[in-house]
Nanobody
Framework: QVQLVESGGGSVQSGGSLRLSCVAY????????IGWFRQAPGKERERVSC????????YYADSVKGRFTISIDNARIAAYLQMNDLKAEDTAVYYC?????????????WSKGTLVTVSQ
């Protein structure tokens, strides 16, 4: 059973930075997509950023392009999301997810989530 352990959430002022980490324990996936989704209060969950282990191809939501950077550590089966120039609208619970195929809403494994709060 794959367990995703996420860390790095917290509170920051607008314009600040945070770095999320996600490590997949118990995974035997040779190839995978890993990334983050987020859900703000009263809103639907949205895909934020993903990366694929085969070619390091990445996806970013338009709202985070130029501010967030995703990276991968294949040796650890881990991913990192560097979030810069954070805005109040980035406030949400961030979930890490991993899937053997591609980045999609129905990823196979999910973290418990970590809260990111950005104050103005």
């Amino acid at each position: 059973q794959v367990q995703l352990v996420e860390s790095g959430g917290g509170s920051v002022q607008s314009g600040g930075s945070l770095r999320l980490s996600c490590v997949a324990y118990g995974s035997t996936l040779a190839y995978y997509a890993i990334g983050w989704f987020r859900q703000a209060p009263g809103k639907e969950r949205e895909r934020v950023s993903c990366i694929h282990s085969i070619d390091n191809s990445t996806y970013y939501a338009d709202s985070v392009k130029g501010r967030f950077t995703i990276s991968i550590d294949n040796a650890r089966i881990a991913a990192y999301l560097q979030m810069n120039d954070l805005k109040a609208e980035d406030t949400a619970v961030y979930y890490c997810a991993i899937d053997p195929s591609f980045c999609r809403e129905g990823m196979d494994y999910w973290s418990k989530g970590t809260l990111v709060t950005v104050s103005q």
